[in-house]
């Protein structure tokens, strides 16, 4: 598997400098190409959010202040992702994904792409044609639009996603760790982490007997990475008096990872929003980057 197309959806400004850094350094590193996508408000989305009873006036109000605040965040989206290439010397090419000639110079290209619809939709539509997603950690204050990406992403689109922290960290993919629990969901994040698992300088496999479940192990991993060039350590971890999830964040970053690899949800959303696990915790307090798959 080969990065060639790295996604950021973009629906506002907020943490958006740390996810345009970090996919900014992946498309460096897989001379990829990197299209941020804005969604803009359409009527399609404003009308069935409005309420019965509401007067003309006021559906035409809600409906100005709506399509107004959108186009303010698409211009502020634009202006921050020009600047970006422009400091990062990432050219910048029109339409969703440059043409490439066999004699084409090689390096890192950008294009802005921009939308209008159910943002849950198009981003999920426009994340299976690209090989990684790149969005930023949710925002905790309630930033709906943020969570909406990030899942619509993970459960609707089959590839892999890097959720990454407010704070923009100094590397990424060079010391990873990956959060190994048995399922399907942790495989499809390996599978989808591999080409960085290859280029990664060290990896580790951390598990622990109250985070497997049936399925293979620790040493069957390691021995699946050695067949693919990758020599990985293995690391048990936990503890009798933290979650599973704070645990192996904790091992992370003794190892000094800054990239962590897991499956996502492998219990329920629902069930993990009442009680907790090891996804949510990582997703509301990762201070790392962390590369995810269900």
Request: aromatic share 4%.
């Amino acid at each position: 598997m080969c990065v060639r197309s790295i996604l950021l959806p973009l629906g506002s400004t907020n943490h958006a400098e740390s996810a345009l850094e970090v996919g900014g350094q992946i498309a460096r590193m897989f001379d990829a190409h990197l299209a941020v996508l804005h969604v803009g408000t359409d009527m399609q989305e404003i009308g069935p959010l409005m309420g019965e009873g509401l007067s003309g006036a006021m559906m035409e109000d809600m409906i100005s202040a709506a399509l107004k605040e959108s186009a303010t965040h698409l211009k502020a989206v634009r202006r921050m992702f020009h600047d970006f290439t422009r400091r990062a010397h990432i050219p910048v090419l029109s339409g969703n994904a440059p043409s490439v000639l066999p004699d084409a110079p090689r390096g890192p290209t950008a294009s802005f792409i921009t939308h209008k619809g159910h943002t849950r939709s198009v981003v999920a539509f426009q994340a299976r044609m690209s090989d990684i997603v790149v969005v930023r950690q949710p925002d905790p204050e309630g930033d709906v639009a943020s969570s909406d990406t990030l899942h619509a992403v993970l459960f609707e689109s089959g590839r892999g996603v890097i959720i990454v922290p407010p704070d923009a960290p100094a590397s990424i993919g060079q010391r990873i760790c990956i959060g190994w629990n048995g399922t399907c969901e942790a495989a499809s994040a390996v599978h989808h982490a591999m080409p960085l698992l290859r280029r990664a300088e060290a990896v580790q496999i951390l598990f622990s007997p109250a985070y497997q479940r049936p399925g293979p192990e620790a040493r069957d991993v390691a021995a699946y990475l050695a067949l693919h060039g990758v020599n990985a350590t293995i690391h048990k971890f936990g503890s009798d008096y933290r979650p599973v999830g704070e645990d192996m964040m904790a091992a992370a970053h003794a190892f000094g990872a800054d990239m962590v690899v897991m499956g996502a949800y492998s219990h329920s959303r629902l069930r993990q929003m009442i009680l907790g696990g090891v996804t949510r915790h990582v997703l509301e307090n990762s201070t790392i980057a962390a590369l995810m798959s269900r």
